[in-house]
């Protein structure tokens, strides 16, 4: 009987047991469910952004987005605002076109400090140069115009021959009196021949100490449109993709970028070729400055950033360029006989080559229709029409510098 009893008992504990075990692993199985469904789950949502934030063809964009059929994928479409930024370093068909013009925002905002901080003393930097190696020979001569009253001839002399200069605080007299060698004297008197011929040389001489620079503000007009110009497009261009209102508002400030640029580059040659004739200068600054308002007044209608619309955007601001081309002309008739005035014309015959080379490519899309899809990544029409827009702004940096010389040394 106890054995029985310790059988049944046996038994009874064992059946316990494998009731236990089944429950155990049960519940030990749906622990592994659970943690291989959560780990599903990551899997699945890391690889849904991928595929989210991968590059997609043209066929896939959503209609705001579609405006070169000719450029067939690498798109990005309604990303979030983190992963465009971060964009901006991974390649797809607008990495060029963001940074073709960043750099050359950087490149222009380099020669603007540039400029700010040399040029204005550039020139006379330059000439002050050569002054003091003429001047170095002329102390190895010996002082020879005891005669206060011939260094007072000469004074008026130099007066007369440069009566825009003034001669207060530059100490004229003394040095003269402490640099002219022998050979201007004959015996212990000035010989006033001599005196006079050596007018122009005195003049040649102390001239650039004595001019003063025009003002700059035309000059860092353009300069400031360029880089506004130039970053606009370029944050353009990254995030535009964003969303549809992102893109409208982009577009919108591209486009004002592209009308500054090219009214503020009427501001150099206009105002220093006419900054001695009020009308025509106050003329030709005000019809560019209306004329680019209208411009960018006109493309805030929405119809303006519609593909088929291409063609009209190019010849707006094409317009908008060559109208450029009267001051020009009048520049040249009245300073035919200056020099400047040809250098200038040849700087600017160039950025309006480029401009308007750049403005073609930008209408036909060439060369990506040509041969569709295999300029997706670097050499389509837009990127053509930014490296143009980069050397045709550099051209007219170049004439402007040519503009600041010229004026600061020969005024009006």
Same mark, same amino acid.
């Given at each position: 009987?106890?054995?029985?009893?310790?059988?049944?008992?046996?038994?009874?504990?064992?059946?316990?047991?494998?009731?236990?075990?089944?429950?155990?692993?049960?519940?030990? !199985?749906?622990?592994?469910?659970?943690h291989q469904g959560s780990s599903r789950g990551g899997k699945?949502?890391?690889?849904?952004?991928?595929?989210?934030?991968?590059?997609?063809?043209?066929?896939?964009?959503?209609?705001?987005?579609?405006?070169?059929?000719?450029?067939?994928?690498?798109?990005?479409?309604?990303?979030?605002?983190?992963?465009?930024?971060?964009?901006?370093?991974?390649?797809?068909?607008?990495?060029?076109?963001?940074?073709?013009?960043?750099?050359?925002?950087?490149?222009?905002?380099?020669?603007?400090?540039?400029?700010?901080?040399?040029?204005?003393?550039?020139?006379?930097?330059?000439?002050?140069?050569?002054?003091?190696?003429?001047?170095?020979?002329?102390?190895?001569?010996?002082?020879?115009?005891?005669?206060?009253?011939?260094?007072?001839?000469?004074?008026?002399?130099?007066?007369?021959?440069?009566?825009?200069?003034?001669?207060?605080?530059?100490?004229?007299?003394?040095?003269?009196?402490?640099?002219?060698?022998?050979?201007?004297?004959?015996?212990?008197?000035?010989?006033?021949?001599?005196?006079?011929?050596?007018?122009?040389?005195?003049?040649?001489?102390?001239?650039?100490?004595?001019?003063?620079?025009?003002?700059?503000?035309?000059?860092?007009?353009?300069?400031?449109?360029?880089?506004?110009?130039?970053?606009?497009?370029?944050?353009?261009?990254?995030?535009?993709?964003?969303?549809?209102?992102?893109?409208?508002?982009?577009?919108?400030?591209?486009?004002?970028?592209?009308?500054?640029?090219?009214?503020?580059?009427?501001?150099?040659?206009?105002?220093?070729?006419? !900054?001695?004739?009020?009308?025509?200068?106050?003329?030709?600054?005000?019809?560019?400055?209306?004329?680019?308002?209208?411009?960018?007044?006109?493309?805030?209608?929405?119809?303006?950033?519609?593909?088929?619309?291409?063609?009209?955007?190019?010849?707006?601001?094409?317009?908008?360029?060559?109208?450029?081309?009267?001051?020009?002309?009048?520049?040249?008739?009245?300073?035919?006989h200056q020099p400047e005035a040809l250098h200038t014309t040849g700087y600017?015959?160039?950025?309006?080559?480029?401009?308007?080379?750049?403005?073609?490519?930008?209408?036909?899309?060439?060369?990506?229709?040509?041969?569709?899809?295999?300029?997706?990544?670097?050499?389509?029409?837009?990127?053509?029409?930014?490296?143009?827009?980069?050397?045709?702004?550099?051209?007219?940096?170049?004439?402007?510098?040519?503009?600041?010389?010229?004026?600061?040394?020969?005024?009006?």
């Amino acid at each position: 009987m106890d054995l029985d009893g310790d059988h049944s008992e046996n038994i009874s504990e064992a059946t316990e047991q494998d009731q236990l075990v089944p429950s155990t692993i049960t519940s030990e !199985m749906a622990t592994t469910e659970k943690h291989q469904g959560s780990s599903r789950g990551g899997k699945g949502k890391r690889l849904w952004k991928k595929v989210k934030y991968q590059l997609v063809e043209y066929h896939s964009l959503p209609a705001y987005l579609r405006d070169n059929e000719y450029i067939l994928g690498y798109y990005r479409a309604e990303w979030p605002m983190k992963q465009i930024l971060l964009s901006i370093f991974t390649i797809h068909n607008e990495t060029l076109n963001v940074w073709t013009h960043l750099i050359g925002f950087f490149l222009f905002l380099a020669l603007t400090i540039y400029t700010a901080t040399k040029v204005p003393n550039g020139h006379s930097l330059q000439l002050s140069d050569v002054l003091k190696a003429d001047l170095h020979k002329l102390h190895a001569c010996l002082p020879s115009l005891p005669n206060m009253h011939d260094l007072h001839r000469l004074r008026d002399e130099l007066k007369t021959t440069l009566p825009s200069m003034d001669f207060s605080g530059w100490h004229v007299m003394e040095l003269l009196y402490n640099c002219l060698p022998e050979r201007f004297s004959h015996g212990n008197q000035t010989d006033v021949c001599r005196l006079r011929s050596m007018t122009g040389d005195v003049a040649n001489i102390i001239a650039p100490l004595m001019v003063r620079p025009i003002t700059r503000w035309p000059f860092f007009a353009f300069m400031g449109g360029a880089m506004f110009c130039l970053l606009a497009s370029s944050i353009c261009h990254l995030l535009s993709c964003h969303s549809e209102r992102i893109s409208y508002i982009m577009l919108r400030v591209d486009y004002a970028g592209i009308a500054a640029l090219i009214a503020t580059s009427f501001y150099p040659p206009v105002y220093y070729s006419f !900054m001695c004739m009020p009308f025509f200068c106050n003329l030709y600054l005000g019809f560019i400055t209306l004329f680019g308002i209208a411009t960018v007044m006109f493309s805030l209608l929405p119809v303006f950033q519609k593909p088929e619309w291409r063609t009209v955007r190019a010849s707006l601001f094409s317009f908008m360029g060559l109208s450029g081309a009267l001051p020009i002309l009048h520049k040249l008739i009245l300073f035919s006989h200056q020099p400047e005035a040809l250098h200038t014309t040849g700087y600017e015959a160039l950025m309006g080559l480029c401009y308007g080379l750049g403005a073609v490519v930008y209408a036909t899309r060439v060369p990506e229709r040509w041969m569709p899809g295999k300029f997706d990544i670097a050499g389509h029409s837009h990127q053509l029409f930014h490296v143009l827009v980069v050397a045709g702004a550099y051209a007219h940096y170049r004439a402007g510098l040519v503009y600041l010389k010229w004026r600061d040394l020969h005024g009006c």
